[in-house]
């Protein structure tokens, strides 16, 4: 189903599901806000799992802590394009009678074990906006599901409520047809969107494979500095690499030198990084304001955030291009490193 952005897709998902109002939806700490503001605006309490330090994503070992009697679903986001371990997610909710939604925001065209994200929850939200993989002209979403109710819901509820079957399956007297069969809004796509996105749809696997590209020749520049920690998927995952992330190790940097320093110093060189995805979204006021924050901090997100360096890997971008700021960033990081005595200490 087609709907006017991604924000709109997640609470299209939350609505098509059926999940009751006043219960809870368990979403990470680290992503865009949208994740659990669309939990807020469809009457629901977000929860905040941490993540995994590898993946930055959740998992059911550090969501299963935070399922109560009052939990009713997971949204668990693949970010960056890394698919999250699906199968112990859906076995944990299928243990405790919960829905999934898989947030794709960043992720077309990610696999985990050899199938599509979007197709592995009960339902998922995918964005189109201006710096996604696939995008629609500047906005633009989608809700997926194998369930065909769930799919006639999202269908209805983004057009005003009409009937799927009343529009196309039924027969009406006279001139005026009523087609609305239920109380829904307004949340469509144009059609001038949906064209660009059934052609970028064509270009999807190209794009993906030169983001993959991209980021290889990032990790084989940037391996083995002992200033930045990498992480590679693993075999069963195919990681549609939206971002690239690299983490630095600051027990291995002089004293004077901070990843905000770190980042300024590489953007007056012309390389474009910058931290990448909210670490804890629910240190934004919004969240704070309404008593939502958790009552104790998500460290391994928290520690994933002060470290953080986010590079673009956009099929836009040449192979020089990203040979160059890989060069860059290890000349930067050669030049900012400890002495050879403290690097010993650190060890």
Not at 15 to 21: D, K, M
Not at 110 to 136: M, N, W
Not at 252 to 278: H, K, N, T, Y
Not at 311 to 339: C, I, K, N, W, Y
Request: with cysteine; net charge negative.
């Amino acid at each position: 189903v087609a709907c006017a952005n991604g924000t709109v897709a997640l609470e299209l998902a939350i609505e098509a599901l059926e999940i009751p109002q006043g219960t809870e939806i368990i979403v990470p700490c680290r992503t865009f806000m949208a994740t659990a503001s669309a939990v807020v605006a469809r009457g629901c309490r977000p929860i905040f799992a941490d993540v995994e330090q590898a993946s930055g994503n959740i998992s059911a070992r550090t969501v299963a802590p935070l399922i109560t009697d009052k939990t009713s679903a997971i949204i668990c986001v693949h970010l960056a394009g890394w698919p999250c371990e699906m199968d112990e997610i859906m076995s944990l909710a299928h243990q405790h009678g919960l829905k999934v939604i898989e947030d794709c925001a960043q992720a077309h065209g990610a696999e985990y074990r050899g199938q599509p994200v979007g197709s592995l929850g009960h339902a998922a939200a995918f964005s189109f906006c201006q710096d996604k993989i696939i995008t629609t002209g500047g906005e633009g979403g989608m809700v997926t599901t194998d369930d065909e109710t769930v799919w006639k819901r999202a269908w209805s509820y983004k057009d005003h409520g009409k009937g799927y079957d009343t529009v196309f399956h039924t027969k009406h007297e006279g001139v005026f047809r009523w087609l609305h069969d239920s109380l829904g809004t307004n949340w469509r796509l144009t059609e001038m969107q949906a064209a660009i996105g059934r052609v970028q749809l064509k270009r999807l696997p190209q794009w993906v494979e030169t983001r993959q590209d991209h980021a290889a020749t990032l990790t084989a520049l940037l391996a083995g500095h002992h200033a930045l920690r990498l992480s590679v998927p693993p075999k069963h995952v195919k990681h549609a690499c939206y971002k690239f992330y690299a983490y630095l190790r600051p027990e291995f940097l002089r004293g004077d030198w901070s990843r905000d320093r770190i980042v300024q110093e590489l953007q007056a060189d012309g390389i474009p990084v910058g931290c990448g995805s909210c670490a804890e979204i629910y240190l934004e006021q919004g969240f704070q304001k309404a008593g939502l924050a958790p009552a104790e901090p998500c460290e391994v997100s928290r520690e994933m955030g002060e470290t953080s360096l986010m590079f673009p890997v956009h099929p836009t971008l040449s192979a020089d291009d990203v040979t160059r700021m890989g060069q860059t960033v290890r000349g930067v990081l050669d030049r900012v490193v400890a002495e050879t005595s403290q690097l010993k200490r650190a060890a």
